[in-house]
């Protein structure tokens, strides 16, 4: 049995670039002012389907059909202040990535693209796709003395999935 082992302490075996677009309508592309996440604590791949149920009369179970998709990738970071914050606090919408950063991204509501790769030996697989930052929450504990925050990409139609 094969299985993808990202182990930890490995370098580079889960990488998240993030860039700003134009218009969600644009083409996926990356430019030099595009950021990669630091301090990723876990990551999950939501590709959702919804479903369409009714119920007829001349059956004793539900008819069901599958209708689009909700997709999303949810993880947790530790919070980086120049990757969180941005090199400028008050970037307006057309900021790089680098100026507005995730928070700045959220808040002007800035259309995203993004590349997560996973590598597993030789092989790199790449989820790809567009979207909005979503879900920021920082929090801090005595118990936990560094901030965290949840981070939701929700993704505008579909991923795409390749090898290169």
């Known amino acids: 049995m094969a299985y993808i082992n990202p182990a930890p302490g490995s370098a580079n075996q889960i990488t998240l670039t993030i860039d700003v677009m134009a218009s969600i309508n644009d083409a996926i592309a990356f430019s030099g002012t595009a950021i990669s996440v630091p301090a990723l604590q876990d990551i999950t791949i939501n590709a959702s389907n919804d479903v369409?149920?009714?119920?007829?009369?001349?059956?004793?179970?539900?008819?069901?059909?599958?209708?689009?998709?909700?997709?999303?990738?949810?993880?947790?970071?530790?919070?980086?202040?120049?990757?969180?914050?941005?090199?400028?606090?008050?970037?307006?919408?057309?900021?790089?990535?680098?100026?507005q950063g995730l928070n700045g991204m959220s808040r002007n509501k800035t259309p995203i693209c993004?590349?997560?790769?996973?590598?597993?030996?030789?092989?790199?697989?790449?989820?790809?796709?567009?979207g909005y930052i979503t879900g920021l929450a920082p929090t801090i504990s005595a118990s936990a003395p560094v901030w965290v925050s949840p981070v939701t990409i929700t993704v505008d139609g579909e991923f795409t999935v390749a090898t290169a």
């Open 52 to 99: 369409f149920s009714w119920e007829q009369l001349d059956s004793s179970a539900k008819q069901q059909v599958a209708t689009t998709s909700t997709n999303s990738v949810d993880m947790n970071v530790v919070v980086d202040p120049t990757i969180f914050f941005g090199t400028s606090v008050a970037a307006a919408i057309s900021g790089t990535a680098a100026a």
């Open 114 to 130: 993004f590349s997560l790769k996973v590598q597993e030996g030789a092989a790199d697989y790449f989820y790809r796709g567009k």
